[in-house]
């Protein structure tokens, strides 16, 4: 996201400014605040002028935007257990950001220490037969403002076998 900031060097805020972004790909934006992709490193060169004073303040930065994330789950089950492996995988590197995994319906589910749920890999029983959703989520933060979340989700039907009842 781009977001021009723009006061005078007494701390003045600007109340009326016009952004002009210009991209180093030749791409003009003319607001204050924008989404964009910047997959690749690029110079940024921010304009601003004052429309009540016609003052104006240029600034240029190198921006780059986030690497992608996503989430891996696999899940099985054995009995009346539900197990999983789930991975996060932010450009490329693996388990470099959180894993939260949770299980629906969570009332169903026997836990003896929920730090299980922040493991890549991990087992917990069940009380009875059925379809659960088990999802693995992770995000990351960037700087002060901003981040980014993946989740996916599957679906297991767990079964009794018949020496379990």
Same mark, same amino acid.
């Given at each position: 996201?781009?977001?021009?900031?723009?006061?005078?060097? &007494? /701390? %003045?805020?600007?109340?009326? #400014?016009?952004?002009?972004?210009?991209?180093?790909?030749?791409? *003009? +934006?003319?607001?204050?605040?924008?989404?964009?992709?910047?997959?690749?490193?690029?110079?940024?060169?921010?304009?601003?002028?004052?429309?009540?004073?016609?003052?104006?303040?240029?600034?240029?930065?190198?921006?780059?935007?986030?690497?992608?994330?996503?989430?891996?789950?696999?899940?099985?089950?054995?009995?009346?257990?539900?197990?999983?492996?789930?991975?996060?995988?932010? &450009? /490329? %590197?693996?388990?470099?950001? #959180?894993?939260?995994?949770?299980?629906?319906?969570?009332?169903? *589910? +026997?836990?003896?220490?929920?730090?299980?749920?922040?493991?890549?890999?991990?087992?917990?029983?069940?009380?009875?037969?059925?379809?659960?959703?088990?999802?693995?989520?992770?995000?990351?933060?960037?700087?002060?403002?901003?981040?980014?979340?993946?989740?996916?989700?599957?679906?297991?039907?767990?079964?009794?076998?018949?020496?379990?009842?």
């Amino acid at each position: 996201m781009l977001q021009a900031r723009f006061s005078y060097e &007494d /701390g %003045t805020y600007v109340e009326h #400014p016009f952004c002009h972004f210009v991209l180093q790909d030749g791409t *003009v +934006i003319d607001s204050c605040y924008e989404h964009h992709s910047f997959p690749t490193a690029q110079n940024v060169t921010l304009t601003v002028t004052d429309l009540d004073t016609g003052a104006t303040g240029q600034d240029e930065q190198g921006v780059q935007g986030p690497g992608t994330l996503d989430v891996t789950l696999d899940v099985a089950s054995d009995g009346l257990s539900i197990l999983w492996e789930a991975h996060a995988l932010y &450009d /490329g %590197t693996v388990d470099t950001t #959180p894993i939260s995994i949770a299980i629906t319906p969570s009332e169903n *589910v +026997i836990v003896e220490d929920s730090r299980v749920f922040l493991k890549t890999t991990g087992t917990v029983n069940v009380t009875e037969a059925g379809t659960y959703t088990v999802e693995a989520s992770t995000g990351i933060s960037f700087a002060d403002v901003g981040g980014c979340g993946a989740f996916t989700h599957k679906t297991i039907e767990v079964t009794c076998n018949s020496d379990d009842h």
